[in-house]
């Protein structure tokens, strides 16, 4: 268990609607990364927050949105659905940790959310 | 473009033996490499994560091996168990982490 939950657990929504998917971080950690996980690849990098900002983006539209609260938990909105938007969507959180060989910020992932689009 | 290719796809070995993964990255800029254990349709489970400079990181039964003149990685796992069948990615970066497809290993008694 790594502390990091997520809800719903799965979801079935049409095209063309909006979803809203949430992430409460493993306490103690200030940084939020959203991933997609397609079935049979490697999680893809939506976007990631870091103390209520967004923290850098991957190649997702913009119809893919997010916010970070103060208490670190997120949220995952994405408007007008469309087929392929269905996957599996992972939250990692994370605290930046300096050591004598560099920098590292060892994500710890959630569940994930199951999210099918008819 | 960054990337990571991981090989193979997919491997089967008898409960007991070992096995090696390979993971080839580019990516830019690049701090970190990690590597995760994930079971289907569950999140993935932190094994190691290296920086640049270092070049070996073991985890219980798991040590990862790194190369960053080569820009290559791999995933040492000993003694296999049942318990280690799942789908183990690698990734490389820092805060944008990029994966690889993954290699899916099935361990049979």
């Known amino acids: 268990e790594t502390g990091v939950t997520q809800s719903p657990t799965h979801l079935i929504k049409t095209r063309g609607q909006q979803v809203t998917l949430r992430c409460s971080s493993q306490?103690?950690?200030?940084?939020v990364s959203w991933y997609q996980q397609a079935l049979g690849q490697g999680p893809q990098f939506i976007f990631q927050?870091?103390?209520?900002?967004?923290?850098g983006r991957g190649n997702f539209p913009p119809r893919f949105s997010g916010l970070q609260f103060p208490n670190y938990s997120s949220e995952l909105n994405v408007n007008a659905l469309e087929l392929d938007d269905s996957a599996l969507y992972l939250c990692?959180?994370?605290?930046?940790?300096?050591?004598?060989?560099?920098?590292?910020?060892?994500?710890?992932f959630g569940p994930g959310t199951r999210l099918t689009v008819l | 473009k960054n990337q990571v290719e991981q090989s193979p796809q997919s491997l089967i070995i008898l409960e007991g033996k070992n096995c090696t993964l390979q993971c080839n990255y580019t990516v830019s800029p690049f701090s970190n490499l990690r590597w995760y254990k994930q079971d289907t349709g569950r999140g993935p489970v932190s094994l190691t994560i290296?920086?640049?400079?270092?070049n070996t990181k073991s985890n219980g039964r798991y040590t990862a091996t790194l190369d960053a003149d080569t820009k290559q990685s791999s995933l040492h796992i000993t003694a296999s168990q049942l318990s280690d069948s799942a789908s183990y990615i690698c990734?490389?970066?820092?805060?944008?982490?990029?994966f690889g497809t993954g290699t899916k290993l099935q361990v049979i008694p």
């Open positions: 290296m920086t640049f400079s270092e």
């Open positions: 990734g490389g970066g820092y805060q944008k982490v990029t």
């Open positions: 306490s103690g950690h200030n940084t």
């Open positions: 990692a959180s994370s605290l930046r940790v300096t050591r004598t060989s560099g920098v590292t910020d060892t994500q710890y």
């Open positions: 927050y870091y103390r209520e900002e967004e923290n």
